[in-house]
């Protein structure tokens, strides 16, 4: 029983995606968005350069640039998903329409490669800009990366 109610929670949560893309996903994604109805959205601050959290929508990506100064953001979706393809495609054209530099690692949800999160240590250590760090949701790959890169 606990399965199959873990099973419909993630069938409804990801179900508006799948209707998201058979039609016009900006559309809908413009008025609808799932991190914000089940306030999920989630940021942590390291310092003044660093921030980690949920997929950034268009007025959230546009707070972060203004008010944070965020320069570069690197995100883990996987573009062999299609629902993450269509977020990337989303936040390629966002990122190119406000300046901002978009790095795309993508990592899987049960990934135990640390390389990974090494790559992304180095990015931040090579070049130094305020960063946002992303997947869609704050899950465990997000956990990993926080105590990975915070003191």
């Known amino acids: 029983m606990k399965k199959f109610f873990k099973f419909f ?3 409804i949560f990801f179900s508006y995606y799948f209707v998201a ?4 996903f900006p559309r809908i994604n413009a008025y609808l968005n799932p ?8 940021v942590v601050k390291k310092d003044d350069t660093l921030f980690l959290g949920t997929y950034p929508n268009a007025t959230i990506l546009e707070t972060y640039k203004n008010k944070y100064h965020v320069e570069r953001i690197i995100t883990m979706l996987d573009p062999d998903f299609p629902i993450s393809r269509e977020l990337i495609k989303e936040e390629k054209k966002l990122c190119k329409e406000m300046g901002i530099e978009l790095i795309i690692i993508p990592i899987g949800f049960y990934s135990k490669n640390l390389m990974d ?4 240590r ?6 130094p800009k305020i960063t946002l760090i992303h997947n869609y949701y704050f899950d465990a790959r ?4 926080r105590r990975l890169l915070l003191p």
């Open 35 to 42: 991190l914000e109805i089940l306030h999920l959205s989630h």
């Open 21 to 24: 893309i058979a039609l016009n």
């Open 122 to 127: 180095d990015i931040l250590d090579d070049i």
């Open 9 to 11: 929670l993630y069938a």
């Open 142 to 145: 997000m956990k990993l990366t």
């Open 117 to 120: 999160y090494i790559i992304v």
